[in-house]
């Protein structure tokens, strides 16, 4: 196997080093500083960071409620939340994280045999493998009773409380990781080495070959039309959505999200035939690792029953439930879900005095979409108007195996706009992922709890 290397110098191995340095003057980087040396252990700009910091503002949530995660007090010890985000960042090969919260867990310094992998872990920590791959691939399958099974295991049992900061952090980095995979993030050069992973091959190619995208060419882009056209199309469709008067009724609309979740079944269907098989020391952390995404629709099965938002919402269910098991979580949530569905700057490309609320909740809703997820006063027509065949596969990608994202992926959709824009999109798309994943959750424990 070789061994992986970063395709470019800086941050992102899909954003020229160039363009993050012009996009944060001298002031902002001081900001950015300022804010790592307040909710960072190593008060360091890490690569990540620097990407995120294209989004100052989100970038200050997200901060914010990843040290309360990791660092204030809560029901979890701080050692158990680092191998959780390591447990969860392996679930899609993301070195990046499991390098980062490796050295963390070595910095606290106990129960270091953990890092030889989940063997040597408590069988508390194990018996969260179950919900792990669950949450992270198939959330939809996710019950009351894997709930009861980790509550009332005797000596191994977790307390309400414990188990929804466990699940907030699994959910978190499974998240995360994509927008690490989609936002290309290069791997921190470190001089000590040790304890590094390495990055996965997939199937028949490596991760250095993502830039390149072996064996994708003919998948992705059958028949690219003119950047500049193409953005002057997808604003004269939003053009017409905004201006149409005629509202669409409760049936229309509800045959419009089937049509919407069905197509998504053929979105990137054939690209990976193979299995990804783990073969870097990260899945040491992984348990069951042919356990993977599947489509929450799948032709010639019996379908799940679809997610209603009006029966379990996080506005009024999901985010009471969780600050009342885990104080003060919810509050920290939800101002991040509200900052990065609000984010705007009002301008696409080029064009400015945009209002990109409707694109903004295409994107949002259409990740739900994909995971059952149903709003029942959302048009689905709108997401197959504003959203081209080239994003809704760097979409899928990106939020059900993100492990596979390409610089080709990247390059393929909106070519008109900017980095910092493509990367607004991967903070919704990982926000989305994240919020999917603890309404799941959540409504299980509160199926447990009546």
């Known amino acids: 196997m070789r061994i992986p290397r970063p395709l470019t110098s800086g941050p992102s191995a899909f954003i020229p080093e160039k363009e993050i340095l012009e996009a944060t003057p001298v002031d902002m980087h001081t900001n950015l500083l300022l804010l790592v040396g307040d909710y960072s252990s190593s008060g360091q700009l890490n690569h990540l960071t620097q990407v995120m910091g294209l989004h100052p503002q989100y970038l200050e949530s997200f901060l914010r409620c990843q040290f309360y995660l990791l660092r204030i007090d809560g029901p979890l010890p701080q050692h158990y939340r680092h191998y959780i985000a390591i447990m969860a960042a392996a679930r899609h090969q993301c070195s990046f994280l499991v390098n980062m919260h490796v050295h963390e867990f070595l910095q606290i310094g106990m129960c270091l045999e953990w890092l030889n992998g989940l063997d040597f872990a408590p069988q508390r920590l194990r018996n969260l493998n179950e919900i792990n791959k669950i949450l992270a691939h198939r959330p939809w399958l996710i019950t009351k009773e894997h709930i009861q099974k980790l509550v009332k295991t005797g000596e191994n049992s977790w307390s309400l409380a414990e188990l929804v900061h466990a699940v907030v952090l699994l959910a978190h980095f499974h998240a995360l990781a994509s927008f690490v995979f989609g936002s290309g993030i290069n791997p921190e050069v470190d001089a000590d080495a040790s304890n590094r992973f390495q990055d996965v091959a997939l199937n028949n190619f ?48 509800a045959t419009r999200f089937e049509k919407e ?42 379908n799940l029953p679809t997610f209603r938002a009006q029966d379990f919402s996080w506005d009024d269910h999901g985010f009471s439930l969780v600050n009342r098991l885990y104080s003060d979580i919810g509050h920290m949530l939800d101002e991040k879900f509200r900052t990065v569905s609000n984010l705007t700057y009002y301008n696409m490309a080029t064009h400015e005095d945009i209002d990109t609320t409707m694109l903004r909740r295409a994107l949002f809703n259409y990740v739900h979409c994909m995971f059952g997820i149903k709003y029942d006063d959302y048009d689905y027509g709108e997401v197959n108007q504003l959203l081209e065949r080239s994003l809704k596969v760097y979409i899928k990608t990106v939020t059900c195996y993100p492990e596979r994202t390409t610089r080709r992926m990247y390059d393929s959709y909106w070519r008109q706009f900017r980095h910092s824009e493509k990367v607004h999109v991967n903070l919704l798309l990982m926000e989305a992922r994240m919020q999917a994943e603890l309404l799941y959750a959540l409504r299980a424990i509160t199926h447990y709890m009546t």
Do not use: H
Not at 239 to 251: F, I, N, P, T, V
Not at 261 to 276: P, R, T
């Open 206 to 253: 490596c991760v250095c070959d993502l830039a390149n995208d072996n064996n994708l060419e003919e998948f992705l882009l059958p028949g690219m039309v003119d950047s500049v056209s193409e953005l002057e199309a997808l604003m004269g469709r939003m053009k017409r959505l905004q201006e149409e008067e005629e509202e669409a009724s409760q049936e229309e609309m």
């Open 261 to 302: 979740k069905e197509e998504s079944l053929l979105v990137a269907s054939g690209a990976f035939e193979d299995e990804i098989v783990p073969v870097s020391n990260v899945s040491r952390f992984v348990s069951d690792p042919t356990f993977g995404y599947q489509d929450f629709a799948r032709r010639g099965e019996d």
